[in-house]
């Protein structure tokens, strides 16, 4: 699993599975800093694989600091984190191999052509995979097993189909069909790539149905979200499924890089706020609707009571235009935070945010008051639509709390 020392990682965009990719740089680790350097393409053409930190010129760039286990930010996007990086580690010790020894260089290779986005790594060293059979009450169950610390035959299926995806919870990717049929990945002709939610251990029962109508209520808002499902369980509460937006069509892909991965900024840890994501949005995409959807999402986490809004939960998408763009929204849902707050503050405020200090951050950015009192109106507008939306997908386990909640945050707001 290891590369042989003084051979470097050699870095690929695969825009198009059917074409070889595109070289973009090479990767070496040296006194604990990975040393990137851009391909002579890149540097010719100035593309914009890194959005801020890494410009397109000749020479090594070190890492900025050993935050990203001393790799570059947008490069650490590329490896799974918490549920995939557990299912990485499970399914290596199976080969006798410890994921703490090996350089975050070696894990990149392990994720070879499987991470998200469109960056690839070579030589890849990721074991070989089987076909998998698609049966998501199966895989939920198993996904249950190992979080609970057990093993279970089907870590190599895991591992295939949601190793490399990002977020805490279980999730597997499959090929859905314009009728529901679900198929392994995009592989299977007519479906598209989709990825498929579980419950995880500390999540009620009836998570999948109501990520589902958080996504409905977010869509009514005028966020830009990826098409999203409530796929049929055998037994109990479905399960939730979004199109994969950095999977446009089948065999394409796009290149992403999470805010996160453009400002360095831990996921982890309430390492911005709200002002900085918007400072962001409008330094790496320069488009004024792009700094409003950012806006109208943070209105939608705060009165929707949505807490879990840490930089891996924005991302951002490179056009064929060579143009960056902000990525539609996702993991929209009910949540507590952090000790009960939001990760990204308000100015400066993150448990209990109000209309003022809303109004005063949207001023700042250039938005208009009636703008900023337009944006608002609908996201309650489609929050009040929860009782019923909830009710049509059944939503009961979690029913009480987020009424409760909802009410809350709404009177506190102002």
């Given amino acids: ?22 070289p973009i740089g090479r990767l070496a680790m040296a006194g604990g800093l990975a040393q990137l350097e851009w391909s002579a393409e890149v540097i010719k053409i100035r593309r914009r694989i890194d959005p801020l930190l890494y410009p397109p010129e000749a020479g090594l760039q070190a890492a900025r600091g050993r935050d990203f286990d001393g790799l570059h930010g947008f490069l650490a996007d590329s490896l799974p984190d918490a549920w995939g990086r557990r299912l990485m580690k499970r399914r290596l010790e199976k080969l006798g191999v410890r994921l703490d020894a090996l350089r975050p260089v070696d894990r990149l290779a392990l994720v070879g052509n499987g991470g998200r986005g469109a960056l690839v790594y070579k030589p890849a060293t990721t074991p070989v995979e089987d076909t998998v059979a698609i049966d998501l009450d199966v895989l939920a169950e198993q996904s249950r097993i190992l979080l609970l610390g057990e093993d279970t035959d089907l870590i190599d299926a895991l591992a295939k189909l949601g190793g490399a995806s990002g977020g805490a919870r279980p999730k597997v990717c499959v090929g859905i069909a314009a009728d529901g049929t679900v198929g392994e990945g995009a592989t299977v002709e007519g479906h598209d790539e989709w990825i498929v939610k579980f419950r995880a251990t500390l999540d009620p029962a009836d998570i999948g149905p109501v990520e589902e109508a958080y996504a409905r209520m977010a869509r009514a808002a005028g966020i830009d979200m990826a098409p999203s499902r409530l796929l049929p369980a055998r037994e109990g509460f479905g399960y939730f499924a979004t199109r994969r937006f ?131 109106d609908a996201v309650r507008d489609a929050l009040a639509d929860w009782k019923v939306i909830a009710t049509e997908l059944g939503v009961t386990a979690s029913r009480a709390e987020i009424d409760d909640r909802l009410a809350h945050t709404a009177a506190a707001f102002g």
């Fill in 1 to 22: 699993m290891k590369l042989t020392p003084g051979v470097p990682l050699e870095i690929g965009l695969l825009l198009n599975e059917g074409e070889p990719s595109s």
């Fill in 246 to 376: 950095d999977r446009p069509s089948p065999g394409r892909r796009l290149h992403m890089v999470s805010l996160a991965g453009a400002l360095e900024a831990l996921p982890d840890v309430p390492s911005i706020d709200y002002d900085g994501l918007l400072r962001a949005t409008r330094a790496i995409t320069r488009h004024a609707g792009d700094v409003e959807q950012a806006f109208r999402r943070m209105v939608f986490n705060i009165l929707a009571h949505n807490r879990d809004d840490h930089t891996r939960q924005h991302s951002y998408l490179l056009g064929a235009d060579g143009e960056w763009r902000l990525a539609p929204a996702y993991d929209l849902t009910f949540s507590n935070g952090p000790g009960g707050e939001h990760y990204l503050a308000i100015e400066g405020e993150g448990r209990t945010p109000t209309r003022a200090q809303v109004v005063t951050l949207g001023r700042r950015h250039g938005l208009s008051d009636r703008t900023i009192a337009d944006i608002i």
